[in-house]
C-alpha cells in the first residue's frame, strides 16, 4: 500500500512538468498550424505571427517550477498532498495551454485580415494566461503546507 | 463533430470575404480555392464534393426533372455525416422549395401531390396553398417579400434576396467552427454565393450588351454608306 502512495507521490511532483509540456506543444502547434497558413495569404507581418504562436510555451515553464516547488523527499505522509496538488495544476496547465493555442490561432486568423486588431485579438490569450498563472501561484502557496 | 483543429493551417491560409453585394469577385479564384482544397482529406474532400454537387444550380442540367434534382439531394442528405452540415442543407432545401413553390403558384400551379419539394415543409406548404406566405411567416420571414419581388418581376431583387438569406445563414453557422471540416465547408459555400452573385452581375452586363448590341446593329442598316446602295 505505501510503494502505491509513494508512487503517486512521485507522479504528482512530475505531473505538472509533463502536463505543462503537452500543453505547450499542443498549444504552439495549433496556434503555429494558424500562423503558417497566415504567412501563406499575407505579404508581411510574418514575425507577429511567429512570436503569438510560442504564446503557450509559458505553461511548460510554469510547469518546471512548480515540479521543482513540489520536489522533496516523498513520505506516506506528504504523497497525497504532492499529488493533489501535481495532478490537478497539470491538468489546469494543459486546459490553459491548449485553448490558449486555439485563443491565439484566432487571433491570428483574424488579424491576418484586419492588423490594427492586432492587440485587441490577443485579449484572449492573455485572459487564457491569467488562468494558467492563477493554478501556477497557488500551487505554489499551497505546496507551502506539505511537510 | 469534426476534430476542432483539423484545418487550421487550411482556415487560416483562405482570404477573408468582403461585404456580399459590395464585393464584385469572390475573394480567392476557383483554381486557388481548389489548390488550397487539396489539404483537406479524401473522406471531407467528398462530401464537400456532394454537398456542392447537390446545391450548385450550374451542376444540374437544364431537363432535369423535379424527381431527379430530389433524389439528388436526399442521396447527398445521405452522405454528408456532420450534423452542421445536414443542417444547413436541409435550410437550403427548405429555402429553395418555398421559393419554388411561389413560382409555381405565381404561374396558376398546383402541386401535383400531397406533398411538394423536399424538406419539413413538403407536406405543409401543399396544405397552405391559398395563404400568401404558405403559413411560413414565423419561420421564414423573407418570404413575404421574395413574393413581392417575385409579383413585381423583379428576378435580381429575388436572387439577391435569397443569396442574402443563405449567406446569414451560413454566418450563423460559422460563428461556432473555427477550424474543423464544417468552417471549411462554410467557407466554400460562402465562397459559391460569392460567385453567383458576381456571375449575376456578368450575365446581367452580357444581356444589356447584346440588347445595346441589336440595337447598335439595327440602327446601322439604316445607315447610307456613300456607294453601298446599287
Redo the contacts between chains.
Sequence with gaps: MNELVLTLGWLGIYAPMALGAAASAIGCS?AG??????M??TDGGYGRFVGVSAFPSTMVIYGIVIMFTLNRDVTPENAGGLFGIGILSGIALMYCGIWQG?AC??A??AT??KPEIFGLALAPAAIIEGFGVFAFVFALVISAGIS | MSNPDAYIALISSLPGSERLFVAKQPPLSRLRLDRRLSALTPKDARVLKVLEHALNWSDYDMGVTDAQAIARCKDAVREIPQPTLRALFTARMDLRTAVAALRLRKQGGRPSTETFGLGRWSRHIPANWADPGFGLETVMPWLKEAKQLLDADDPLGLERLLLSVSHKQLKRHAARHLFDFEAVAIYVLIWNIFDRWAQSNAQDAAKRFEKMAHQAMAGAVEIDFEGART
Design positions: 495549433i498550424m494558424a500562423s503558417i497558413g497566415a501563406t495569404e486555439r490561432a484566432a491570428i486568423n491576418k485580415e
